[in-house]
């Protein structure tokens, strides 16, 4: 099977960061930015590393975004301009899946009207995930899977333990599904599946999904 190809314009810390974790899952990257100490960075983590003004329509051309599976803007708000000439490009270039980096609401609008299927503001993400976090105990992750699903891992509460899933009625109770239980066992990781009649313990990480607030909510009880 053909590697999946990424291309990702503008290495800050942002694009940095996608570029590294995208090449570790084997995706052949090919990272751009015009500033040579940043590709020289990227040079050992991703396929292929090119310095270049991306706003130069043939250089960026030449690197065939319509053939690319995926294409990421990862331009910062140091550069609005860019980012947006660039977004636009690339669209017009034939990008089969068009994601874009942005900081606020005027610009997501900007960038959605030239032409990105999807727009990211990491700062934003990056914040309410810390918030759910930092405001209810227990929470390890909290992950939006849409506008009205969230994936989170917590800490089984007290008044989870000794209980079965079937006794907790969570669906019922929370509209929170569980989709694994990891465990320590023998002092290795393990992951059970959630059988009705598996027995929650103490230490037990839960994986879920539900509609937003619901993981707080079970968090909440203790």
């Not at 570790?24 to 040579?36: C, F, M, N, S, W």
């Not at 960075?41 to 250089?59: K, R, Y």
Request: net charge neutral; with cysteine.
């Amino acid at each position: 099977m053909a590697r999946q190809q990424v291309l990702v314009v503008g290495l800050g810390q942002f694009g940095m960061a996608l570029a590294e974790s995208l090449s570790r899952l084997g995706t052949e990257v090919v990272a751009v930015d015009h500033r040579p100490e940043r590709v020289q960075l990227a040079a050992s983590i991703v396929s292929e590393a090119v310095t270049m003004d991306a706003m130069d329509e043939a250089e960026l051309g030449r690197l065939r975004p319509g053939a690319r599976d995926l294409c990421v803007c990862a331009i910062g708000d140091e550069n609005r301009e860019a980012s947006i000439i660039v977004t636009a490009m690339l669209r017009q270039m034939g990008a089969k899946r068009l994601v874009a980096r942005t900081t606020d609401e005027m610009h997501e609008r900007i960038l959605r009207l030239v032409g990105a299927h999807e727009v990211l503001n990491p700062e934003r993400l990056s914040g309410e995930r810390l918030a759910a976090r930092l405001a209810y105990q227990g929470l390890i992750e909290v992950v939006p899977l849409g506008d009205d699903l969230f994936l989170t891992e917590l800490k089984a509460p007290a008044s989870t333990w000794g209980r079965s899933l079937a006794q907790l009625h969570l669906p019922h109770r929370f509209q929170l599904t569980v989709l694994a239980v990891r465990r320590k066992v023998d002092g290795a990781g393990v992951v059970l599946m959630p059988a009705a009649g598996l027995v929650l313990a103490s230490g037990d990480m839960l994986v879920t999904a539900g509609p937003q607030g619901a993981a707080q909510r079970l968090a909440k009880e203790g």
